[in-house]
T-cell receptor
Framework: GAGVSQTPSNKVTEKGKYVELRCDPISGHTALYWYRQSLGQGPEFLIYFQGTGAADDSGLPNDRFFAVRPEGSVSTLKIQRTERGDSAVYLC?????????????FGPGTRLLVL | AQKITQTQPGMFVQEKEAVTLDCTYDTSDQSYGLFWYKQPSSGEMIFLIY??????QNATEGRYSLNFQKARKSANLVISASQLGDSAMYFCATVTTGYSTLTFGKGTMLLVSP
């Protein structure tokens, strides 16, 4: 089956604008994760969904960041009033059930550039 | 809190040689998992290998093996018979049972030369 997909692959926006990043997980995977990867760093956790609900959003940096997964499949990461420091690669991953030590499968990422 | 340390920013190896990428971790938990991912220039994180803290044998997946030394909190990745396509960033990551989120190291860039 298909892997994790993310759209758009690249997004350029201006400071202060609103952006939405979409993630389509592997079919049947109930757990979905968002990570952010800054240049030269490893990915950092943002938020984790189990089904439709956010099981852990402790990695969201501030209230400008919000994510939803209304039907338990596709998820959208929303960033309001973007800042230049938000420029990064946003990675989405999914796993079958979200139990600890389960392998997470990643999408290709969305490269966000805030000018 | 968990922490992953990858001390090698970059490694060079010739094609067909073996290479070891270092990873040490810091956790007080008894049950945890260790993962290695490969990230080529295209950006996608590709799962390579997994080791559970209670696994008695080192994990192997084809040309990849994990040299797991629990007492030293070390989980080094060994790639045998390197290929040009192995050139990429390699990340070590850990997860603790009861939580589901990965903590990554800063990565090691591997360059394989002909």
């Amino acid at each position: 089956g298909a892997g994790v997909s993310q759209t758009p692959s690249n997004k350029v926006t201006e400071k202060g604008k609103y952006v939405e990043l979409r993630c389509d997980p592997i079919s049947g995977h109930t757990a979905l994760y968002w990570y952010r990867q800054s240049l030269g760093q490893g990915p950092e956790f943002l938020i984790y969904f189990q089904g439709t609900g956010a099981a852990d959003d402790s990695g969201l940096p501030n209230d400008r960041f919000f994510a939803v997964r209304p039907e338990g499949s596709v998820s959208t990461l929303k960033i309001q009033r973007t800042e230049r420091g938000d420029s990064a690669v946003y990675l989405c991953a999914s796993s079958r059930q979200g139990r600890g030590q389960e392998t997470q499968y990643f999408g290709p990422g969305t490269r966000l550039l805030v000018l | 809190a968990q922490k992953i340390t990858q001390t090698q920013p970059g490694m060079f190896v010739q094609e067909k040689e073996a290479v070891t990428l270092d990873c040490t971790y810091d956790t007080s938990d008894q049950s945890y998992g260790l993962f290695w991912y490969k990230q080529p220039s295209s950006g996608e994180m590709i799962f390579l290998i997994y080791q559970g803290s209670y696994d008695e044998q080192n994990a192997t997946e084809g040309r990849y093996s994990l040299n797991f030394q629990k007492a030293r909190k070390s989980a080094n990745l060994v790639i045998s018979a390197s290929q040009l396509g192995d050139s990429a960033m390699y990340f070590c990551a850990t997860v603790t049972t009861g939580y589901s989120t990965l903590t990554f190291g800063k990565g090691t860039m591997l360059l394989v030369s002909p």
